[in-house]
């Protein structure tokens, strides 16, 4: 059934030859449930905990692929343990001319310059607050981690308004938030990685997170409410309607934690700054990378001249390169989800061990299929099997500890 569904799809660059017409009948079809869902059940040894979140699985969709948040739990019945979804900025913008979408075959890569195309937050917004209280009601999507990915509109001069507003509006649905510095496609954008603009984005984003809680303790205070244990949550017959009914209507039923989503074009010292600002600011995490400038020799395809970001197979060593350098300069303290030319289980395995706790896939779904959650999955399991690894959680930051020293059995003379 999987390489029926593998060809079937493989089809549709045949019979929608504009990348972009046919990620939009993808999203209909996810939109309308005809994808086919992963009924297995996730092995527990998948599981990872991001500073207090749960993942069941560690693979996840990259924003970009649902942007204006039509099917997210649609995709995580799929297989994924999580979706991110946007770039949403806060007024509704097409983007930049089509084409602006371009598949480089060959290369098993994608070229993009779509410049956050967005419904806006008056669209995106109702949405994104029933799918965070909706599914508790459904036994596959109760455990969908939903990540939202905010950014500026492209005629936005102080970036902190928009950044503050995103989080204000969507921040108490996510389960986790995202600033998006580092898209190429939206002019001067990259810059505000830069140590100054950087903390100051963090702390305005940080300082209407506290303004949520606020007001969610306002509200349990007014309802009579406290926090629950967690013993009494789990023995009370109404948590579900509870959890769908809370101010923040997530996984651990408190204020997202906040990523930054970065570039793997950073110089060492660029680098250096984003760690000094993470650990400085207590940043919950980084999203390592988005898509490059760069253009590789190796590239075979006609459209690899294009502009706009490079995403796929080509940006595999790049990527994780920056997440074994994000990791070693935060000392492991700031979590990484790892993006950029995930394609397999040994893929995920490199990065996890180069330090990031959990992967998201994009393009790699548009040339594998809707299975390609549940292959990673299968793989990555396999070959923590293979290794002797427990789990995924221990697999973390691997490449950064000293081997352990094998204990060897002295020879007894009886």
Same mark, same amino acid.
């Given at each position: @059934? ?41 092995? =527990? ?32 019945? @799929?297989? $994924?343990? $999580?979706?991110? +979804?946007g ?9 930049? %001319?089509? =084409? ?19 419904a ?36 936005t ?42 903390r100051?984005i ?40 509870r959890?769908?009914?809370?101010? $923040? ?14 570039? %793997?074009?950073?110089?060492?010292e660029?680098k250096?700054?984003?760690?000094? +600002? ?17 253009? %590789? ?28 350098? @994000?990791?070693? @300069? ?17 893929d ?59 204990? +060897? ?6």
């Amino acid at each position: @059934m999987d390489g029926l569904l593998e060809v079937v799809y493989g089809l549709l660059p045949e019979n929608f030859p504009d990348p972009e017409l046919a990620h939009d009948m993808v999203m209909w079809l996810a939109a309308k449930g005809y994808l086919p869902y992963d009924l297995e059940r996730d092995d =527990p040894e998948l599981s990872v905990n991001i500073k207090g979140l749960t993942f069941h699985t560690p693979v996840g969709l990259a924003a970009g692929f649902d942007k204006n948040a039509e099917a997210p739990l649609n995709f995580c019945k @799929m297989g $994924f343990g $999580f979706v991110e +979804v946007g770039t949403i900025t806060p007024k509704p913008q097409l983007g930049n %001319p089509k =084409p602006r979408i371009f598949r480089l075959a060959k290369d098993h890569a994608i070229i993009n310059r779509c410049g956050f195309n967005s419904a806006g937050l008056d669209v995106v917004e109702p949405r994104l607050e029933k799918v965070s209280r909706d599914r508790w009601h459904d036994r596959l999507e109760r455990h969908c981690v939903l990540g939202v990915n905010i950014g500026k509109n492209k005629d936005t001069v102080n970036a902190e308004d928009d950044i503050r507003e995103g989080v204000k509006r969507v921040g108490r649905f996510a389960d986790y938030l995202v600033i998006n510095l580092s898209s190429p496609n939206t002019k001067g954008l990259r810059t505000l990685q830069q140590r100054d603009h950087l903390r100051s984005i963090i702390t305005a984003a940080q300082s209407e997170l506290e303004k949520l809680e606020e007001r969610s303790r306002a509200q349990r205070e007014r309802d009579g409410h406290s926090n629950p244990s967690e013993e009494e949550e789990a023995a009370s017959s109404d948590s579900v309607t509870r959890k769908a009914e809370q101010f $923040f209507p997530t996984q651990t039923g408190k204020r997202p934690l906040l990523f930054v989503k970065i570039a %793997p074009d950073l110089t060492d010292e660029e680098k250096r700054d984003i760690a000094d +600002v993470a650990l400085e600011t207590g940043l919950d995490g980084l999203i390592v990378t988005n898509t490059t400038i760069q253009r %590789p020799e190796s590239l075979r395809s006609e459209s690899k001249h294009e502009t706009g970001g490079l995403s796929g197979r080509p940006l595999k060593a790049m990527s994780t390169k920056c997440v074994s350098d @994000m990791y070693k @300069m935060t000392n492991g303290q700031v979590a990484i989800i790892a993006s950029g030319g995930i394609e397999t289980g040994l893929d995920a395995y490199k990065r996890i061990r180069a330090g990031a706790s959990a992967v998201e896939v994009y393009t790699s779904m548009i040339y594998r299929g809707p299975i390609v959650a549940r292959r990673v999955k299968d793989e990555l399991l396999n070959i923590l099997n293979q290794a002797g690894i427990y789990n995924v959680q221990d697999a973390i930051g691997l490449d950064h500890r000293p081997p352990k020293k094998k204990r +060897v059995r002295k020879p007894t003379f009886d």
